[in-house]
Structure formats: structure tokens, C-alpha cells
């Protein structure tokens, strides 16, 4: 069965530092979405991406935040200089409907 | 924007008892789905609803939407150790950005 996958599954990185979080989206799926779970809180959605550009983000997607597609399969999540509340497990997710398919997650570690 | 709150926050019972999590509005919800999270795990969705009273099944799981459509409850009949995690209700806002409620975490005793 298709499946998104996400690597790495684990990132720790010092304050000030960037990082790419990446992600294969299932292949035929057209949406594309990034979200984010703090230990222990609900999941929190980020931004979503459709036909090469963003069609909606929250206010936690800052200007430090971006997305990009770099080629037909993958989908990233860039944070140029991550903070301690960066802290978090990021989820992307893909769909072509209603049904939105999570992958695995990559648990981003601030020190 | 609309806010849906999601009780109990917490609910523990023994294995083969039922459990119950509810979801409420306080507006009118053009449809809401739900969503499992087990332990340690990623968001696996369960099901959508969209008519005025739908109610739907997947064998001990039974989903409700409520006829004014501000509130949704999920029930399990007879749990078992696998329906252990977190159980979230989830509005669709604008195309298709999903908001999560807090949600339920459900903990079994075998």
C-alpha cells in the first residue's frame, strides 16, 4: 500500500542552525501539507501546497519557515533559523481528496 | 474561527468495556472527520462525515454527527489493547487544511 515517507526520523540541531525535513508524498497525490505536534499537544497545521505553490499557511509559518518541491517526488519543509520552540515531531501529509495520509514523522530537536 | 472542543480529554477502562469521546461546536460544521493516533505514532484517518444525523460504522467503531451538525461522537464497543491512543476530531477549514480538536487519549487495562 502507498505510503508517505519522511526522513530523518530524528534531527537534533542547535539554535540559529537550518534544516530541511523531507518527504515523498504518495505519487499520484496532488496536496501536499506539512504539520506539527509539541510533545503531548494537539497537531497543528503549518501550510499546504498545491499545483507548485502554497494555497493557505498558518501564523506559526513564519518567514523563517518555506516549502519547496524541488522535483516529482519530493516535498520539503526548510526552517532557516530554528529556535527552541521549534521543538517538535513535523508531519507531512499528501491527498487527493478528503482523506489526508500522514507519514512518520521527523522529531526536530533545538538545543 | 469555529472552535471544537473534544471530551474527556482523558479516559481509561478496562479491556472489553465501551468507550465514548465527543466532540462539540459552537457552530454549524459543514462536515468533520476523525483521526487515531497511536503512541508514539502519526495520524491515521478513520472517517469522514458530512449529512445532518450520519451515522456510520467500521465493526466496533460506531460515528455519529449530530442533526445540527455541531457535535460528533465516536464509540467503541467492547475495547481492545489495539484501540489504544488518542482519538481526534478534526474540522476541514477552507480547501483542506485540517484542525485538530485537543482529543481523547484512551488508555486500557488488560
Known amino acids: 500500500e502507498p505510503e508517505v515517507t519522511q526522513t530523518p526520523s530524528h534531527q537534533v540541531t542547535q539554535m540559529g542552525q537550518e534544516v530541511i525535513l523531507r518527504c515523498v508524498p504518495i505519487?499520484?497525490?496532488?496536496?501536499f501539507y506539512w504539520y506539527r505536534q509539541i510533545l503531548g499537544q494537539k497537531v497543528e497545521f503549518l501550510v499546504s501546497?498545491?499545483?507548485?505553490?502554497?494555497?493557505?499557511k498558518s501564523e506559526i509559518f513564519d518567514d523563517q519557515f518555506s516549502v519547496e518541491r524541488p522535483d516529482g517526488s519530493n516535498f520539503t519543509l526548510k526552517i532557516r533559523s530554528t529556535k527552541l520552540e521549534d521543538s517538535a515531531m513535523y508531519f507531512c501529509?499528501?491527498?487527493?481528496?478528503?482523506?489526508?495520509?500522514f507519514g512518520p514523522g521527523t522529531r526536530l530537536t533545538v538545543l | 474561527g469555529q472552535q471544537v472542543m473534544q471530551i474527556p480529554q482523558y479516559q481509561h477502562v478496562q479491556e472489553g468495556e465501551d468507550f465514548t469521546t465527543y466532540c462539540n461546536s459552537s457552530?454549524?460544521?459543514?462536515?468533520i472527520q476523525w483521526y487515531k493516533q497511536r503512541p508514539g505514532g502519526h495520524p491515521v484517518f478513520l472517517i469522514q462525515?458530512?449529512?445532518?444525523?450520519e451515522v456510520k460504522k467500521q465493526k466496533r467503531l460506531t460515528f455519529q454527527f449530530g442533526e445540527a451538525k455541531k457535535n460528533s461522537s465516536l464509540h467503541i464497543t467492547a475495547t481492545q489493547t489495539t484501540d489504544v491512543g488518542t482519538y481526534f476530531c478534526?474540522?476541514?477549514?477552507?480547501?483542506?487544511?485540517?484542525?485538530f480538536g485537543q482529543g481523547t487519549r484512551l488508555t486500557i487495562n488488560p
Open positions: 501529509a499528501s491527498s487527493e481528496a478528503n482523506e489526508q495520509f
Open positions: 505519487s499520484n497525490h496532488l496536496y
Open positions: 501546497f498545491y499545483n507548485n505553490e502554497i494555497s493557505e
Open positions: 457552530t454549524t460544521l459543514s462536515n
Open positions: 462525515l458530512v449529512k445532518s444525523g
Open positions: 478534526v474540522r476541514i477549514q477552507g480547501a483542506q487544511k485540517l484542525v
